[in-house]
T-cell receptor
Framework: AQSVTQLDSQVPVFEEAPVELRCNYS??????LFWYVQYPNQGLQLLLK??????LVKGINGFEAEFNKSQTSFHLRKPSVHISDTAEYLC????????????FGSGTKLNVKP | GAVVSQHPSRVICKSGTSVKIECRSL??????MFWYRQFPKQSLMLMAT?????????EQGVEKDKFLINHASLTLSTLTVTSAHPEDSSFYIC?????????????FGAGSRLTVL
């Protein structure tokens, strides 16, 4: 089975500063990787996904992530954050054989300060 | 794009009653839907996989008699929390694959917050 680790439960950052949210996964087979954003009391919105091809993936709202197979990581980055980026960010993994079965990390709360 | 609607968004009920939550795919057909549960400050826990026209597949540790799932059509899955107790209070989120997002991307509903008094 797959598992996802998000080591940082909270990341405080000032507005316009860069940010990186870390995600590491464990899997014995090829994986698909996702980042979702969740605003308070709302569902999840897909930020970006890695299915195959280029390891650098660009998503919505200026976010990008890089798939690193050797380090089993899929860290999320944004060069300059805004107050509106304050939210919970969840990393998820599925695999080639059960691509609809998602396993989520525990989430990282990004808190952007003015 | 793919849209998943979930209803109700909030529900408060008395202990011992049953509550039904609906999950609809609005602009696409979803043969498979998924139900998650989220505890405060924790991640989403997959409860069950709902397949249209067949029985749901429950994850280990999830009581299928407590959480009844019905997927009667290609656009509707329901989760019924039977004889709810305060420990069932949680945020329940459904998701579906398919539509414009593709088969291997999940679209999530906005969630339903259940509070059992």
């Amino acid at each position: 089975a797959q598992s996802v680790t998000q080591l940082d439960s909270q990341v405080p950052v000032f507005e316009e500063a860069p940010v990186e949210l870390r995600c590491n996964y464990s899997s014995s087979v090829s994986v698909y990787l996702f980042w979702y954003v969740q605003y308070p009391n709302q569902g999840l919105q897909l930020l970006l996904k890695y299915l195959s091809g280029s390891t650098l993936v660009k998503g919505i709202n200026g976010f990008e992530a890089e798939f690193n197979k050797s380090q089993t990581s899929f860290h999320l980055r944004k060069p300059s954050v805004h107050i509106s980026d304050t939210a919970e960010y969840l990393c998820a993994v599925s695999d080639l054989y059960n691509f609809n079965k998602f396993y989520f990390g525990s989430g990282t709360k990004l808190n952007v300060k003015p | 794009g793919a849209v998943v609607s979930q209803h109700p968004s909030r529900v408060i009920c008395k202990s011992g009653t049953s509550v039904k939550i609906e999950c609809r795919s609005l602009d696409f057909q979803a043969t498979t839907m998924f139900w998650y549960r989220q505890f405060p400050k924790q991640s989403l826990m997959l409860m069950a996989t709902s397949n249209e026209g067949s029985k749901a597949t429950y994850e280990q540790g999830v009581e299928k008699d407590k959480f009844l799932i019905n997927h009667a059509s290609l656009t509707l899955s329901t989760l019924t929390v039977t004889s709810a107790h305060p420990e069932d209070s949680s945020f329940y989120i459904c998701s579906a694959s398919g539509g414009m997002s593709g088969a291997n991307v999940l679209t999530f509903g906005a969630g339903s917050r259940l509070t059992v008094l």
